[in-house]
């Protein structure tokens, strides 16, 4: 019979065609979606653009003169909250203070006990913020662009009461670098695509902005002041579950860059972190995130069981290129969507490596739970 195939073979091509209905209902859709307009002139809202920062008084120095050079057809400030900094960092943010009126600084001295430094820190800066419209990076960021504030804040015109943006990590020689930045624009394509088609489930902290009353609407961080990570992410959930509306503002403009982790085990560190939030999405996005995962993860096994097996080789070999193929364009569509290209003849290494990478990951927050924060 022609297609007396076993079972592994059915069941590599149903994770195949779960993974191409992602890659088209939201990957490739999210990439041929209009580019929104810009705020008119006479529309733009004052802005407090917040940086939190604990002892990076050299990245500092890069970040704020970009912040100061932005340009923006309405008000803005700059808020530089020093989290218990002791190298310096407020000496330099005074002296930028002195020269521009719109920067200020917010000192905090100490951090409760049992609650998150970074969170504490973002609240007391959210009450000190002048306007209603807050922007969000982190002090090892920098703005792509001098537009970046205005194309952000062009994201609440929609309407929206929380705007994701993406935040990519700048390009350097090795394997490592390539893999983050492969992590990154995945992990982007996820959450800025499935935003895109109504369903929000996270943000980061490097590029993100909501309305106070968006903060004050899902009680600021109290769900999960206790919890290291989720000032961005569980911050979102919180918005959606309160009916938040969340707008999507992904074009290179309004984009922040930032130095990747150096070492493995730094990345480790902070995929760790980053990933320890997961549990706390709702169950549907859970299942949305899992099924892309699991499929690419069972894809990977199944291919592999068969190799070392008796091989149906022909449809195994016919799959595994369609899916490859498939897969790494549109991987390349996303990194040239977003401005964060990678070799195409890489991607499929990189694929590879990233989904068995999020195994290890996954196992290893199951054994060992404990986090750390700087």
């Known amino acids: 019979m022609p297609f007396n195939y076993s079972p592994a073979i059915w069941l590599l091509l149903g994770c195949v065609l779960v993974q191409l209905y992602y890659a088209g209902y939201y990957f490739l859709s999210f990439t041929r979606r209009p580019v929104p307009d810009l705020l008119p002139k006479g529309a733009a809202e004052p802005v407090s653009v917040l940086v939190c920062a604990h002892n990076e008084l050299e990245n500092l120095r890069r970040l704020l003169p970009l912040l100061i050079q932005q340009n923006y057809p309405a008000d803005f400030e700059i ?6 900094s002791t190298d310096g960092t407020a000496g330099l943010v005074q002296q930028f203070t002195q020269i521009y009126p719109h920067m200020r600084l917010v000192s905090v001295l100490a951090t409760p006990v049992g609650l998150s430094p970074k969170k504490y820190a973002l609240t007391l800066g959210i009450k000190a913020a002048r306007y209603k419209h807050l922007l969000f990076t982190d002090a090892d960021c920098w703005p792509a662009t001098n537009q970046w504030i ?14 994701l943006g993406y935040s990519a990590y700048a390009s350097a020689p090795g394997f490592l670098n390539k893999l983050i930045r492969f992590e990154t624009l995945l992990t982007g394509a996820q959450y800025l695509s499935f935003a895109w088609r109504g369903y929000p489930y996270m943000g980061v902290g490097r590029n993100l902005a909501y309305t106070k009353s968006c903060f004050q609407a899902t009680k600021g961080f109290a769900s999960h002041l206790r919890r290291l990570g989720g000032d961005d992410d569980l911050l979102v959930q919180d918005a959606v579950a309160q009916g938040q509306r969340v707008g999507v503002q992904a074009q290179p403009a309004a984009q922040t860059i930032s130095w990747p982790a150096q070492t493995w085990r730094a990345w480790w560190r902070q995929k760790r972190r980053h990933l320890s939030a997961g549990p706390r999405y709702t169950w549907k996005d859970q299942v949305r995130i899992g099924t892309f995962i699991g499929t690419n993860l069972l894809f990977y096994f199944t291919a592999i069981l068969l190799v070392f097996s008796r091989p149906d080789w022909i449809p195994l070999a016919v799959i595994w290129a369609v899916r490859t193929g498939a897969m790494s364009a549109t991987y390349a569509r996303l990194g040239r969507h977003l401005a964060d290209r990678l070799p195409f003849w890489l991607l499929p290494v990189l694929d590879a490596a990233y989904f068995f990478n999020y195994l290890a990951l996954g196992i290893s927050l199951f054994l060992y739970r ?4 700087k």
């Open 79 to 84: 808020l530089l909250i020093d989290d218990r």
């Open 150 to 163: 205005s194309t952000m804040q062009s994201g609440f015109a929609r309407p929206a009461d929380l705007v």
């Open 370 to 373: 404990t986090l750390r924060w």
